[in-house]
T-cell receptor
Framework: AQTVTQSQPEMSVQEAETVTLSCTYDTSESDYYLFWYKQPPSRQMILVIRQEAYKQQNATENRFSVNFQKAAKSFSLKISDSQLGDAAMYFCAYRIDTGTASKLTFGTGTRLQVTL | DAGITQSPRYKITETGRQVTLMCHQTWSHSYMFWYRQDLGHGLRLIYYSAAADITDKGEVPDGYVVSRSKTENFPLTLESATRSQTSVYFC?????????????FGPGTRLLVL
């Protein structure tokens, strides 16, 4: 079974600083997608960034970037120039094609606090 | 507005009662999913649907029933609610069956079973 591990239950960063959230996963598949979702206090799950496993280049979305290490099965999220609005739970997720539907497997989340 | 909506947003019920959580999406996405979110578990898949009248079990289907008579709706029913089903429930949808497709989530329903 595929698993996703987020070893940091909570992280804190000062406004304007950079923070990295860790994620590791376990799979025997070669084709898959990785995602980071943000869940603010409103509880809405918002896609932050996605990475295709077949791409060596790390994905970037404005202040958000990933460090994808396929051999190490690691997928960390870097948030640059942190803002107060970045405070949220962040979930790493993994997705494969099962043939009939693509299923997301989530980690347990990292709560990010942003301080002044 | 287009998107994915869930109702009710909050629900309190008693053990043994039947509860139905509604999910509606306006994108005409083929795939729809139900997840539950519990502390320490992240989100876990309950059921999913590939199209109208096609549903399948996820990781934690016991105690739940789904149906999908129309593409845009995917209700989740707890036939006889138990306290262990107290959770936050998220509906999601995606356009195609390929794993490249992003899933978009609704705002969630908080369910408390007394």
């Amino acid at each position: 079974a595929q698993t996703v591990t987020q070893s940091q239950p909570e992280m804190s960063v000062q406004e304007a600083e950079t923070v990295t959230l860790s994620c590791t996963y376990d799979t025997s598949e070669s084709d898959y997608y990785l995602f980071w979702y943000k869940q603010p206090p409103s509880r809405q799950m918002i896609l932050v960034i996605r990475q295709e496993a077949y791409k060596q280049q790390n994905a970037t979305e404005n202040r958000f970037s990933v460090n994808f290490q396929k051999a190490a099965k690691s997928f960390s999220l870097k948030i640059s120039d942190s803002q107060l609005g970045d405070a949220a739970m962040y979930f790493c997720a993994y997705r494969i094609d099962t043939g009939t539907a693509s299923k997301l497997t989530f980690g347990t989340g990292t709560r990010l606090q942003v301080t002044l | 507005d287009a998107g994915i909506t869930q109702s009710p947003r909050y629900k309190i019920t008693e053990t043994g009662r039947q509860v139905t959580l509604m999910c509606h999406q306006t994108w005409s996405h083929s795939y729809m999913f139900w997840y539950r979110q519990d502390l320490g578990h992240g989100l876990r898949l309950i059921y999913y649907s590939a199209a109208a009248d096609i549903t399948d079990k996820g990781e934690v289907p016991d105690g739940y029933v789904v149906s999908r008579s129309k593409t845009e709706n995917f209700p989740l029913t707890l036939e006889s609610a138990t306290r262990s089903q107290t959770s936050v429930y998220f509906c999601a949808s995606s356009d195609r069956f390929t794993y490249q497709e992003t899933q978009y989530f609704g705002p969630g329903t908080r369910l408390l079973v007394l």
